[in-house]
T-cell receptor
Framework: EAQVTQNPRYLITVTGKKLTVTCSQNMNHEYMSWYRQDPGLGLRQIYY???????DKGDVPEGYKVSRKEKRNFPLILESPSPNQTSLYFC??????????FGPGTRLTVT | GEDVEQSLFLSVREGDSSVINCTYT??????LYWYKQEPGAGLQLLTYIFSNMDMKQDQRLTVLLNKKDKHLSLRIADTQTGDSAIYFCAETSGGYSTLTFGKGTMLLVSP
């Protein structure tokens, strides 16, 4: 089944403790992206990647890192999480210029 | 940057038609999408339209595009309680360009 998977789905952590949210897709898509969704703000793009080893900042990249060492994986790294990074995170993938397929989301709470 | 605007909330009764509106500013938009997000779930592509089209119909869904006014609408005929969700309008210029989302319209369908 074609899908985008994210892990974990739920995470509660403390300020400053490094964490990684994994994202994997099995559709051989070149393009992958991370978004955060906050009430009243909609979806905002954090980082995106056009292909392996090619990443670029989205609208709200501060406090986040990504890597794209393999085509199927695009992990989101929070080196030192802070409470303002409490949010719902979505990973998405697509062929260039086509509709994006979204993962189920990761709800992160930073206390 | 480019902007996509939507009304935040729409309430209808079961069996009525729903119309969700969206305006965008990017004159180079090539593809326009409607995504649906059910509670606790990721985004699911509902339908899309190319910028050279005026209308697209897909079962109960009708998408109308007024490119001159940069206005997009989604009409849901015979709205059901299962249609209650958040609907996101999104646009892209295609290729490797990023997807710009509206803030989402929460549709509430009452019996």
């Amino acid at each position: 089944e074609a899908q985008v998977t994210q892990n974990p789905r739920y995470l509660i952590t403390v300020t400053g403790k490094k964490l990684t949210v994994t994202c994997s897709q099995n559709m051989n898509h070149e393009y992958m992206s991370w978004y955060r969704q906050d009430p009243g703000l909609g979806l905002r793009q954090i980082y995106y990647s056009m292909n392996v080893e090619v990443t670029d900042k989205g609208d709200v990249p501060e406090g986040y890192k990504v890597s794209r060492k393999e085509k199927r994986n695009f992990p989101l790294i929070l080196e030192s999480p802070s409470p303002n990074q409490t949010s719902l995170y979505f990973c998405a993938s697509s062929l260039p210029g086509y509709e994006q397929y979204f993962g189920p989301g990761t709800r992160l709470t930073v206390t | 940057g480019e902007d996509v605007e939507q009304s935040l909330f729409l309430s209808v009764r079961e069996g009525d038609s729903s119309v969700i509106n969206c305006t965008y500013t990017d004159s180079s938009s090539t593809y326009l999408y409607w995504y649906k997000q059910e509670p606790g779930a990721g985004l699911q592509l509902l339908t899309y339209i190319f910028s050279n089209m005026d209308m697209k119909q897909d079962q109960r869904l009708t998408v109308l595009l007024n490119k001159k006014d940069k206005h997009l609408s989604l009409r849901i005929a015979d709205t059901q309680t299962g249609d209650s969700a958040i609907y996101f309008c999104a646009e892209t210029s295609g290729g490797y360009s990023t997807l710009t989302f509206g803030k989402g319209t929460m549709l509430l369908v009452s019996p």
